[in-house]
């Protein structure tokens, strides 16, 4: 997965229902260049940034989500491989059960409308 493919599926995440003109507003850049950035097109750094930025302040309206990032990067330097393979198969396990119980919770949801 490239790193624009990954920026906006982790802004898509955190804004799933947000429209052209709301991504606009947010991140600052032209409506008709976010258009061109979601079929496809090219990033610059700039907007590479702005949406980075967006993504950046959301997440550090938790403030777990800072406390995590500075173990994780201490744990890099100074855990064993070992070590760091148990962590990342239990946020494995945690991040899946957690997309499993959403898409469950989603299914119902569609099939109790219809």
């Known amino acids: 997965m490239s790193l624009q493919t ?34 496809g097109k090219a990033m610059k750094v700039g907007e590479l940034e702005a949406f980075q930025t967006v993504i950046d302040r959301k997440l550090g309206e938790n403030p777990e989500s800072h406390r995590l990032q500075r173990m994780l990067d201490e744990a890099m330097f100074i855990l064993t491989s070992s070590e760091l393979s148990k962590i990342n198969a239990y946020i494995e396990r945690k991040v899946l059960n957690k997309n499993v119980s959403r898409l469950y919770v989603s299914t119902n949801i569609e099939n109790a409308i219809a």
Request: charged share 25%; no cysteine; net charge positive.
């Open 6 to 39: 990954n920026i906006i599926s982790k802004y898509r995440q955190l804004y799933p229902n947000d429209t052209l003109r709301e991504v606009s507003a947010r991140t600052g850049i032209q409506i008709t260049r976010v258009f061109r950035l979601f079929s």
